[in-house]
């Protein structure tokens, strides 16, 4: 039995130990919001956070998940899209398939709750590994910077 926290809410699921967070999340779950990309970890949709730091849930086995774990979705980002990094992205018109966005999203999100300010090589550094092939990176850029001056004003 795997034991741990998802979007504040203790989960307990009868799976294979190696399964894939993702497909936990997706399959026993049923919470759809986190996306399959590339199943190696390089593109970026499938990210989700674990105790607050990004992480690519496609290759992390739920055998290393601890009861204590919280893991936050892009569904418990917050409860009405008011995250001020979702609000940014509706501003900004970031999305145009939107695929990829829920990880884009959780990754912003991770990097502002590390750093509220973060500069241009921060940003690249820490969005580096999602992977948009719309090519909206100069809204996604715009918009982490929005959330980070309205944090600051918070």
């Known amino acids: 039995m ?3 926290h998802l979007n504040g809410v203790q989960q307990s699921l009868d799976i294979d130990p190696e399964t894939p967070l993702l497909w936990a999340i997706r399959d026993h779950l049923k919470l759809t919001g986190t996306k399959y990309g590339c199943g190696i970890g390089s593109c970026g949709a499938c ?3 674990l105790d607050g730091q990004a992480i690519r849930s496609c290759t992390f086995p739920v055998s290393t998940l601890e009861p204590s774990d919280q893991i936050t979705t892009i569904e418990g980002l917050s409860q009405d899209n008011d995250h001020p990094v979702q609000q ?3 501003s ?3 999305p145009q398939c939107g695929y990829c966005q829920p990880g884009q999203i959780m990754s912003a999100s991770a990097l502002l709750a590390k750093n509220p300010q973060p500069n241009d090589e921060d940003i690249n550094q820490a969005m580096s590994g999602n992977i948009c ?3 909206t990176y ?3 850029r715009q918009a982490i910077k929005d959330a980070a001056a309205t944090l600051k004003n918070d």
Request: net charge positive; glycine share 6%.
């Open 88 to 90: 940014a992205w509706i």
């Open 47 to 49: 990210t989700v956070h």
């Open 133 to 135: 092939r719309c090519g």
């Open 2 to 4: 795997i034991t741990f």
């Open 138 to 140: 100069p809204r996604i």
């Open 92 to 94: 900004h018109n970031v």
